[in-house]
């Protein structure tokens, strides 16, 4: 009997709790006007201060969720499957394509074509061709990113150079006389992990990736662009794999790396990490190739997501967000760059290095806008890798990824 | 009547709150899963139901024309074939050794075995990099002293497999040195006071009293340690991404880079189903041994 | 309590103290180098490999404190890890179940608990979801809790320890005429202290640092845990390393305090021939 008695108490008291930890949750249900709004990172810092300000001009509240970066792209697949989401959310322009296509994000052309604030003109195009796919807007972009070239002035002029190389043929020369100070010494990085660093040297070059469907991969603009990097390499200009150098040790100090080409998340990291005075090092558009020096636009768009219950005023949030004081605020809480070309000319982007940004963003643009990007630059940093372990035949290493990539994109 | 209907249904009291949960949130999702890996589900299909199309095996026909796939294989094989019997001696050993005193020193000694099961994944990271980083790092520059090297520890495509298997076994040491230790505390003394008057040595004593009297928990450990290992997935997504030259890739990281980073959810899920029947032959390959050592 | 040891001479034990601690100190040194990064500037942490901070610091500690919500944070880790003590508890009846009963199906049934282990959770994450979803319980505590509740690893580990324990002290106490729920908690339990405190340990662990499940059922950062608290405060492309230092130092904290609590019952193994 004694036992039985245990065993309902037991079944009680995990009733109890298992009414308690259901009771916690649900108050949605009360507050259908709030709007929910999908941060990756740490919001609190970021944007509370501009969401608040939204809320004070239209009463319109708002709850900011801030996702960790590593999980956000997880985060958004459950929310595509299930449909069960935010009403506003922060998207990765590489996310873009994935999400249109998962039919996860409200079409807001209309919008956009009504709204003098959101007219396409007003972002770099770079930045706008992220949210635009077969003609129609599914985002407003938000904050923008764009390589350029890191170098260290002093060691440089060391070897007898007062500024950065302007031209391919430049760079391998400054970075060949830099590479020859000594042992573990390198000019350049030609960066093995970065999908989008050969595609973005092969554009330079003249090279279409993807031109009306079909995949370019192995045009000659582009084997030469990439028989132009693996010479820094074979030549041990550049390292041959990542040195998983920690940036003190690749840039400052002596540098054995003392040129190579990230975005603008290296300012704070450089002047944070590596030692250096501000004078010792500097940022540079990139050097032009055959046909130009354009980069590669990464960077953030704001999007209403689809199955939204409250649309209107979503839509009424992203254009809060778009307002030129309030890019800026976010550039001032996050370093995040304005993707508006009228923010630029405000006194917080005065500083020199920030306006080598603003002259490369003229030239600069997304990767194609297909869902298979990533996997297409994964596979082809799983071609290069023997081309600069090995030093394969770059050609035939071409034809083999370009007739793959036609695959997967007919698939 | 009645009261043996009551006795046949105790067994199943006791199982079925744990039961019901894991049908739930494991066999339930294990068997869409197993649904998905004949579909070419991407992410389109994700958000549009309606855009599901079943395949058939095409998923796992490809699969094993996939020389990423096979090479994936290959190298989970060597991880389990090396990785598996190193944890358990390793931790069997280190187990008996603690369990030699009983003061504050060997007491201390648990917790710092067991510290690399309870260190930040990013610490264990940037330690073991720069352990084996090639110029700056600490192990070359001790073999340097000694006139070997450099090793490439993580860019050598034949060594790079075994510096993630040290690292991993390295980790994986501390959590099966508490099941033994567990284990050990079962054996009765007076077993050991009786070898000791029939003057058995101390290796006598543990070949013949304290292994056998462990092999449930070996058994334990050998069981959990290769499914572990046959999902070998962390070290080498932390340390290398798979790479150099994919030498250090194994399915489980496969099924991830296929499933998470490209979307194509219906590949890593037949992916994930070639290694779940490898996993399940190798388990009860062990359960056969199991009893037929139990019946000698 | 004496068992479960072996008698070695005083050289032999101080022979193995030696190469315990040379071992040990590899064991550590990840750990020692995690705590003591704690108390650097971010940039000497870049700069040097040294072991000791050359400026000690407590920026990071403070930074840690002061961004985010902490207290909610730490209250929802308790509740989980609360929580996850009752799944240790199904996991010990499933075990016991398992290990000391012959009933029809128990080898179908325990090869299929087997089973979950060896699919990985990134391939069920989405079904698990939607089916949280379909239950109304996604943005719920008991929506968090319930995937990670019980584990095929505990109750496999709970059948194998408790295979260990005679029959005939199970028969002896029904032959009392004992229930098999009287028998279960004051018989079976009280005899796996050892593995109860392994699997202690390991659920604390668990619950302390659950991190997955927190997210991505979550739609209100208030139910978030440390664990995503400081996985927050990472950048998209940048990583403060003094700060995930701190964080990570200041989570092992409770870890080494339960395990050292937990420790003790390791120790205290029990005598099969006391019983009967």
């Known amino acids: 009997m004694k036992n039985v008695k245990r065993t309902v108490l037991m079944v009680i008291s995990l009733l109890a709790l298992f009414l308690f930890l259901t009771g916690c949750g649900n108050s949605n249900a009360a507050s259908k006007k709030t709007l929910t709004f999908w941060y990756a990172g740490d919001g609190d810092t970021a944007v509370k201060p501009i969401i608040k300000k939204f809320t004070k001009e239209t009463g319109i509240s708002v709850k900011i969720q801030s996702i960790p970066w590593s999980q956000y792209n997880d985060k958004l ?65 938000w904050y923008v990113e764009t390589r350029v070239l890191y170098y260290r002035k002093d060691i440089l002029k060391s070897v007898g150079y007062d500024h950065a190389p302007r031209t391919w043929s430049e760079l391998y020369e400054v970075a060949s006389k830099l590479s020859k100070r000594g042992k573990n010494m390198y000019g350049f990085n030609v960066d093995g992990s970065e999908p989008t660093f050969g595609f973005m040297f092969a554009r330079q070059n003249g090279a279409q990736l993807v031109k009306n469907g079909k995949t370019q991969f192995n045009s000659s603009e582009m084997v030469s662009s990439l028989e132009y990097l693996n010479k820094f390499i074979q030549n041990g200009v550049s390292p041959k794999q990542d040195q998983k150098l920690t940036i003190a040790q690749s840039f400052g100090g002596k540098a054995p790396i003392p040129m190579f080409i990230s975005g603008p998340w290296m300012l704070s990291t450089i002047k944070e990490e590596a030692g250096l005075k501000d004078s010792q090092w500097a940022v540079a558009e990139l050097p032009k190739g055959k046909a130009n020096n354009m980069s590669v636009t990464g960077g953030g768009n704001i999007a209403v997501f689809q199955y939204s219950k409250n649309k209107t005023n979503a839509v009424k949030l992203l254009k809060f ?62 071609v290069w890798e023997p081309i600069a372990l090995k030093n394969n035949n770059i050609k035939e290493a071409m034809d083999k990824f370009n007739k793959e990539t036609q695959q997967l994109i007919d698939k | 009547m009645h009261s043996s209907f009551l006795k046949k249904i105790v067994p199943y009291t006791f199982v079925f709150p744990a039961l019901l949960l894991l049908a739930i949130f494991s066999l339930i999702p294990i068997v869409i899963a197993l649904l998905i890996s004949f579909t070419g589900l991407d992410i389109t299909g994700l958000g549009d139901w309606s855009q599901i199309k079943f395949i058939g095996f095409s998923n796992y026909l490809q699969l094993f024309q996939d020389s990423a796939f096979l090479q994936s294989i290959m190298n989970t094989v060597v991880y389990v074939l090396v990785g598996v019997p190193l944890v358990i001696v390793i931790s069997l050993t280190i187990a008996i050794l603690i369990n030699s005193g009983r003061n504050g020193f060997f007491k201390m000694m648990r917790l710092v075995f067991y510290t690399p099961s309870i260190t930040n994944t990013v610490a264990i990271a940037v330690v073991w990099t720069y352990l084996y980083n090639p110029s700056l790092g600490l192990f070359n520059t001790l073999l340097a002293k000694v006139g070997v090297g450099p090793i490439g520890w993580l860019t050598d495509p034949n060594v790079a497999k075994f510096s993630l298997i040290i690292l991993a076994v390295w980790k994986a040491v501390g959590l099966n040195m508490l099941i033994f230790l567990a284990a050990l505390q079962g054996v009765p003394r007076s077993l050991y006071e009786a070898a000791e008057l029939d003057g058995a040595n101390y290796w006598e004593q543990t070949r013949h009293i304290t292994l056998p009297s462990l092999k449930f928990s070996i058994f334990f450990v050998t069981v959990t340690t290769l499914i572990g290992w046959f999902q070998f997935f962390d070290e080498p997504f932390i340390m290398t991404k798979g790479g150099p030259l994919n030498s250090t890739n194994s399915v489980a990281l496969f099924v991830y880079q296929n499933g998470f980073q490209n979307s194509n959810f219906g590949y890593a899920a037949a992916g994930s189903f070639v290694m779940f029947v490898a996993i399940i032959v190798a388990t009860l390959i062990q359960f056969k041994l199991q009893e037929k050592q139990r019946g000698e | ?181 009287y028998i279960f908690f004051h018989l079976i339990l009280p005899i796996s202290k050892p593995v109860l405190a392994v699997q202690g340990i390991l659920t604390f662990i668990g619950g302390w640092n659950a991190f997955l499940w927190p997210l991505i059922i979550a739609n209100d950062q208030k139910y978030y845990t440390l664990s995503v608290g400081l996985q927050l405060l990472q950048g998209q492309h940048t990583s403060d390393y003094g700060l995930q230092m701190a964080g990570s130092s200041f989570m092992v904290i409770p870890i080494v305090i339960i395990f050292v609590i937990f420790q003790k019952y390791i120790l205290q193994g029990f005598n099969i021939q006391m019983d009967k």
């Open chain 1, 77 to 141: 697949l459950t929310a595509a499957s299930s449909k069960n989401g935010p009403d506003v959310l922060l998207m990765g322009t590489t996310q873009m394509a994935n999400f249109v296509s998962s039919k996860s994000l409200l079409d807001i052309s209309k919008y956009v074509k009504n709204d003098k604030a959101l007219n396409p003109n007003n972002f770099f195009s770079g930045s706008e061709n992220t949210t635009k796919f077969s003609g129609k807007y599914y985002a407003v972009p």
């Open chain 1, 321 to 382: 967000l778009s307002k030129r004081e309030n890019q800026l605020t976010y550039y001032k809480n996050s370093n995040s760059m304005p993707t508006l070309k009228s923010a630029w000319t405000d006194s917080s982007l005065k500083s020199e290095k920030i306006q080598v940004f603003r002259k490369q963003l003229n030239n600069s643009e997304a990767m194609p806008a297909l869902k298979q990007w990533e996997e297409i630059g994964q596979n082809y940093l799983k």
């Open chain 3, 1 to 181: 309590m004496d068992t479960g040891m072996q008698d070695i001479s005083k050289t032999s034990k101080i022979l193995v103290g030696i190469v315990l601690m040379i071992l040990g100190f590899l064991m550590i040194l990840p750990f020692l180098w995690m705590f003591l990064s704690s108390f650097k500037t971010s940039t000497e942490i870049s700069l040097s490999q040294s072991f000791w901070p050359k400026h000690w610091t407590i920026d990071n500690y403070e930074n840690l404190f002061t961004n985010g919500s902490f207290g909610i944070y730490i209250k929802n880790t308790l509740i989980i890890t609360m929580a996850s003590f009752i799944g240790l508890f199904l996991n010990a009846m499933a075990g016991y179940g398992f290990a000391k009963f012959d009933f029809k199906g128990r080898k179908f049934l325990f090869m299929a608990v087997l089973a979950t282990m060896m699919i990985p959770g990134q391939v069920t994450m989405i079904p698990v979801y939607l089916i949280l979803n379909q239950m109304q319980l996604t943005n719920t505590l008991l929506g968090i809790v319930l995937p990670g509740l019980v584990g095929a690893f505990g109750i496999f580990l709970f059948r194998q320890f408790m295979s260990n324990i005679p029959d005939s002290i199970v028969e002896a106490a029904r032959l009392d005429g004992a229930g098999e729920w």
